[in-house]
């Protein structure tokens, strides 16, 4: 359920200022110096690993952002595909990055024209390996399907959002014999990469990329944050339960959790065990 | 009439004066050293941030908006402006390769030339149709019109897409096989809680718990006695396997990543917000 204004349900509204605050003070305490510990993913330890398959065999290097529209996704998706060409950009790899999404086909340009010149290769950068093929979704499909085959492409990353269009893109790379590094946040779609790709980044492993690529201290606070918020998460589902099954669901506080109007009982119920 | 004029005159200085600003600003922006233009563009990105933030938070009176709900929805309408400008920059690039490989008569140039009469025919017929039907410029639809809308579109674009989607079957046979081949325990288990819920949900699920003589209903007894022997094989039932496969153990973990994944964009969206993300800036 989602809420149209904090008023609709406080609690949601106070869970959402309560991870901005957990996200905050920990990307503080890690520009303070707080060395902090992020587990291994094998996914994205394989990315290197593709783009030197690539420059071997000679072969491109495909960026698939998905359908995904400009947002959130779309950010983290550029900023792992800035990475990728930046690495690019060392030994010369040709790539495509193709997108279905005119606002970030416009970004994406920016993006990838940035990595070639942070690698200090401005003059590799193509302005046509970034393309827009089209927003209808099997179009894309079918644009991306075909330069596959035709360009016979060594290593395809997907990160960002995908509908039906996930099966028919980590197939085609697979019968081309490319290594394939799926990211995604369309958990209807993580089974399909599982099954074509070597690698797959799932859930919000996705938003960790960065962090994990750039080690930059206010990403990996940003990440300690996200964890304590997900440990309370855990602990209101677990509380819940208990209190659910050991009293009833009646209860206040199954009520707030549970209930979108679950907050005034729990006031009223609160107000009463303070006063008493 | 479509629009009213002074409506039409007001809408088309509002577009002349947003072009006129951005173009002032471009030029503007170029001289400030960068970390004044980062300064300013953090500053501008933090109001609008905090714009949609306190449309969120602020209190709502009886109908159900506060003093940003209606500049808000105006502000949605201004995102899709910029996705529309953005397409045509889109098209641009799109029309600009292809009229490249065509002219230069770069390997595969063919594609890009039918790539090129695809694009013209569909967008003059799509246009004319849709003039036909505002009864803009006194267009009216005529039987080419007609005739040639429902080729292009019903009889070719939509059974396009319908073979691209067919193709997703297949596709699903080929990953599904190498997924499912037994070569360790994790697939072993993977392919038979597959096969279960793949039973399961279909008839064949149902015939086979009926033909062993499983029991086909739960009473109201069964219901309070879960300990009860008829109870526990009508939950042997291969349908109520499938659907506690699916409800117990599948949904609760695809949850889980939701949960993940809403904390993760939240956590994304205050680092852009407060312009801490520096990945593509």
Request: with cysteine; hydrophobic share 50%; proline share 4%.
């Amino acid at each position: 359920m989602s809420y149209q204004h904090a008023e609709d349900n406080w609690f949601a509204a106070i869970l959402i200022a309560f991870i901005a605050l957990a996200v905050l003070v920990n990307i503080w305490r890690a520009r303070r110096g707080k060395a902090l510990y992020i587990r291994r993913i094998p996914g994205l330890d394989a990315i290197d690993e593709a783009i030197g398959r690539s420059t071997e065999l000679g072969r491109p290097v495909t960026m698939i952002p998905g359908l995904t529209g400009f947002g959130v996704e779309a950010v983290q998706a550029l900023t792992i595909f800035k990475y990728i060409t930046k690495q690019i950009a060392r030994f010369a790899t040709p790539m495509r990055l193709l997108t279905a999404n005119a606002t970030v086909y416009a970004v994406a340009q920016e993006a990838i024209a940035d990595a070639y010149n942070e690698a200090e290769r401005p003059d590799l950068y193509d302005a046509d390996s970034v393309r827009f093929l089209s927003s209808e979704q099997f179009a894309f499909a079918s644009g991306v399907a075909g330069l596959i085959q035709r360009e016979r492409i060594a290593a395809n990353f997907m990160f960002g959002i995908f509908y039906a269009e996930s099966l028919i893109f980590a197939e085609t790379g697979n019968i081309v014999g490319a290594v394939q590094i799926a990211g995604t946040v369309s958990f209807t779609q993580v089974p399909f990469f599982v099954a074509a790709c070597d690698y797959t980044i799932i859930g919000d492993e996705f938003y960790a990329t960065s962090a994990y690529i750039s080690r930059e201290p206010v990403l990996l606070g940003s990440l300690v944050g996200q964890d304590l918020s997900k440990i309370s998460f855990a602990s209101m589902i677990v509380g819940g339960s208990m209190i659910s099954t050991f009293i009833g669901t009646d209860h206040p506080i199954v009520q707030l959790l549970g209930k979108p109007q679950g907050w005034q009982s729990f006031v009223e119920w609160l107000s009463q065990v303070l006063g008493r | 009439m479509l629009f009213d004029t002074t409506q039409l005159v007001v809408a088309l200085l509002w577009i002349a004066g947003a072009f006129a600003l951005a173009i002032a600003l471009i030029p503007l922006l170029g001289t400030l050293p960068p970390r004044g233009r980062f300064a300013l563009i953090s500053f501008v990105t933090f109001i609008a941030g905090l714009f949609f933030a306190a449309e969120f938070f602020l209190p709502v009176g009886e109908d159900n908006k506060n003093i940003l709900t209606d500049p808000f929805q105006k502000m949605q309408g201004s995102l899709q402006v910029i996705t529309a400008l953005s397409l045509g920059l889109g098209t641009y690039g799109l029309v600009r390769l292809h009229l490249r490989n065509a002219v230069q008569r770069r390997p595969q140039w063919g594609y890009s030339l039918v790539l090129l009469i695809a694009f013209v025919v569909m967008a003059f017929f799509s246009i004319w149709n849709t003039m036909a039907e505002k009864g803009l410029f006194g267009i009216e639809r005529t039987q080419l019109l007609e005739n040639a809308f429902t080729l292009l579109f019903d009889y070719t674009l939509i059974q396009l897409d319908a073979t691209m989607f067919s193709l997703i079957a297949f596709y699903i046979f080929s990953a599904a096989y190498r997924a499912f081949r037994i070569r360790s325990i994790e697939a072993s288990i993977l392919m038979f809680t597959a096969m279960l819920v793949m039973i399961g949900i279909v008839p064949l699920g149902k015939l086979i718990s009926d033909s062993i003589g499983l029991p086909a209903v739960q009473t109201a007894e069964m219901r309070t006695n879960p300990f009860m022997l008829e109870n526990i094989l009508y939950n042997l039932r291969l349908p109520q396997i499938a659907g506690w496969i699916q409800e117990t153990l599948n949904a609760p973990v695809q949850r889980a990543i939701e949960f993940g994944v809403g904390i993760g964009a939240l956590a994304m969206a205050i680092r852009l917000w407060l312009s801490l993300e520096r990945g593509i800036n």
